[in-house]
């Protein structure tokens, strides 16, 4: 891998932990809103007499349809068993992805042979946060590790004081936080997606 | 817009995964009991044979049909909506490296802007509205319109040029001079 390709991974990876993923449910619901909006034009447009006056007075349950159905009865029960196996199938993974928490990825060790330091993703996290929370302009700091186990990215929180420079608590960050977590932590590469918002201040008196 | 798709998306699931237990109940049911008498054929869950009855009553032109219909579009367009509003709302500044991304929100940044402006001499009040594109002030204050409009713009301007924004927004500034003693 080129070091060019690896420089926009590791953008994409810390542009991705900056929150959790909804892209599985913007598709479901893309994906019903849809279908019930195309299906209630149609029958809209149906029920209006857009496609013939004769169509929109035939019956809702088409006396033709329930023949087809019954001429092929066991087709018909099989396809409907089916359908409806695989929509059980599908809410219930669906539903389960969608309220599963957020993993927390715990960070292994390798630097000593036949033993396996595991470092618990809390841990880690926390202490992150509180070197953070210590740099100069920043009022208080929250950080937890996620995505998958074997490539973590760290997802920092900070509060910054009013007065705060930006770039250099960005850059303190960086150098004094992060640079030291990467080597402590074994990883070579640590995205990091840090979001920055505005500590509470105690306004000043209005009348002095 | 995230927060309601959060609660939507786990429901519209299971509700789809519950129509599909009811169509294999149903289906399966009516299947391994063809032969029942006539006042025993309902369905186990679903009374379906009345609704068939009453499916078979209407045509597409009976009185409820296109305002069900309309009804469905409606909820289908808003579902759309909300899937394709819910995108992540922030703003981007550059970090000191690639593998950093630095992110915040419209409302730190009119909070930012609004403690910069009411901060100004001569300003007695201020709201303030932003967004990746733009930033709309609107003072009240005591000194003349064109003057308190340049240093609340210059002030502003100086606080975007200390954040390294990815995107620098335009900034626009309304004054009302305020009448009366002080």
Same mark, same amino acid.
């Given at each position: 891998?080129?070091?060019?390709?690896?420089?926009?991974?590791?953008?994409?990876?810390?542009?991705?932990?900056?929150?959790?993923?909804?892209?599985?449910?913007?598709?479901?619901?893309?994906?019903?809103?849809?279908?019930?909006?195309?299906?209630?034009?149609?029958?809209?447009?149906?029920?209006?007499?857009?496609?013939?006056?004769?169509?929109?007075?035939?019956?809702?349950?088409?006396?033709?349809?329930?023949?087809?159905?019954?001429?092929?009865?066991?087709?018909?029960?099989?396809? *409907? !068993? +089916?359908?409806?196996? #695989?929509?059980?199938?599908?809410?219930?993974?669906?539903? $389960? @992805?969608? =309220?599963? &928490? %957020?993993?927390?990825?715990?960070?292994?060790?390798?630097?000593?042979?036949?033993?396996?330091?595991?470092?618990?993703?809390?841990?880690?996290?926390? *202490? !992150? +946060?509180?070197?953070? #929370?210590?740099?100069?302009?920043?009022?208080?700091?929250? $950080? @937890?590790? =996620?995505? &998958? %186990?074997?490539?973590?990215?760290?997802?920092?929180?900070?509060?910054?004081?009013d007065?705060?420079?930006?770039?250099?608590?960005?850059?303190?960050?960086?150098?004094?936080?992060?640079?030291?977590?990467?080597?402590?932590?074994?990883?070579?590469?640590?995205?990091?997606?840090?979001?920055?918002?505005l500590?509470?201040v105690?306004?000043?008196?209005?009348?002095? | 817009?995230?927060?309601?798709?959060?609660?939507?998306?786990?429901?519209?699931?299971?509700?789809?995964?519950?129509?599909?237990?009811?169509?294999?109940?149903?289906?399966?049911?009516?299947?391994?009991?063809?032969?029942?008498?006539?006042?025993?054929?309902?369905?186990?869950?679903?009374?379906?044979?009345?609704?068939?009855?009453?499916?078979?009553?209407?045509?597409?032109?009976?009185?409820?049909?296109?305002?069900?219909?309309?009804?469905?579009?409606?909820?289908?367009?808003?579902?759309?909506?909300?899937?394709?509003?819910?995108?992540?709302?922030?703003l981007?500044?550059?970090?000191?490296?690639?593998?950093?991304?630095?992110?915040t929100s419209p409302r730190v940044l009119a909070q930012l802007v609004g403690r910069r402006v009411r901060a100004t001499?001569?300003v007695t009040s201020a709201s303030v509205t932003a967004s990746g594109r733009r930033v709309s002030v609107t003072a009240q204050g005591?000194?003349?319109?064109?003057?308190l409009r340049?240093s609340i713009t210059a002030r502003v301007e100086e606080l975007l040029?200390?954040l390294?924004l990815?995107?620098r927004p335009v900034v626009s500034v309304t004054v009302h001079?305020?009448?009366?003693?002080?």
């Amino acid at each position: 891998m080129s070091a060019a390709s690896a420089t926009s991974g590791l953008r994409k990876r810390a542009r991705a932990a900056v929150a959790r993923s909804a892209a599985g449910d913007r598709s479901l619901a893309v994906l019903v809103g849809g279908l019930l909006l195309v299906a209630g034009t149609l029958v809209a447009l149906l029920s209006y007499g857009v496609f013939g006056a004769g169509r929109s007075a035939r019956p809702l349950l088409d006396p033709l349809i329930i023949e087809a159905l019954r001429a092929q009865a066991l087709a018909a029960r099989l396809v *409907a !068993i +089916g359908a409806g196996l #695989a929509l059980a199938v599908l809410g219930v993974v669906w539903a $389960a @992805r969608s =309220v599963r &928490p %957020e993993p927390r990825p715990d960070l292994h060790l390798t630097g000593l042979p036949d033993t396996r330091i595991v470092i618990d993703s809390t841990a880690a996290a926390d *202490a !992150i +946060g509180h070197q953070a #929370a210590a740099l100069p302009g920043v009022g208080r700091a929250r $950080a @937890r590790l =996620v995505g &998958p %186990e074997q490539r973590p990215a760290l997802r920092i929180t900070l509060w910054l004081a009013d007065d705060a420079d930006v770039r250099a608590v960005l850059a303190a960050l960086e150098r004094e936080v992060l640079a030291q977590a990467r080597e402590s932590l074994e990883l070579d590469a640590l995205p990091v997606a840090v979001r920055l918002e505005l500590d509470a201040v105690t306004p000043p008196p209005r009348v002095a | 817009m995230r927060a309601v798709l959060r609660v939507l998306a786990p429901l519209i699931a299971l509700a789809l995964a519950a129509a599909g237990v009811l169509l294999v109940i149903e289906v399966v049911a009516a299947w391994l009991r063809p032969s029942l008498p006539e006042a025993v054929d309902d369905g186990v869950v679903v009374p379906w044979p009345a609704w068939q009855a009453e499916l078979a009553r209407l045509t597409w032109r009976s009185e409820p049909v296109p305002a069900v219909a309309i009804v469905v579009a409606v909820v289908g367009l808003l579902l759309v909506l909300v899937g394709l509003l819910a995108r992540r709302s922030h703003l981007g500044l550059d970090g000191p490296d690639p593998a950093i991304t630095v992110t915040t929100s419209p409302r730190v940044l009119a909070q930012l802007v609004g403690r910069r402006v009411r901060a100004t001499e001569d300003v007695t009040s201020a709201s303030v509205t932003a967004s990746g594109r733009r930033v709309s002030v609107t003072a009240q204050g005591w000194s003349d319109d064109q003057q308190l409009r340049a240093s609340i713009t210059a002030r502003v301007e100086e606080l975007l040029d200390q954040l390294p924004l990815h995107r620098r927004p335009v900034v626009s500034v309304t004054v009302h001079e305020r009448k009366g003693p002080r």
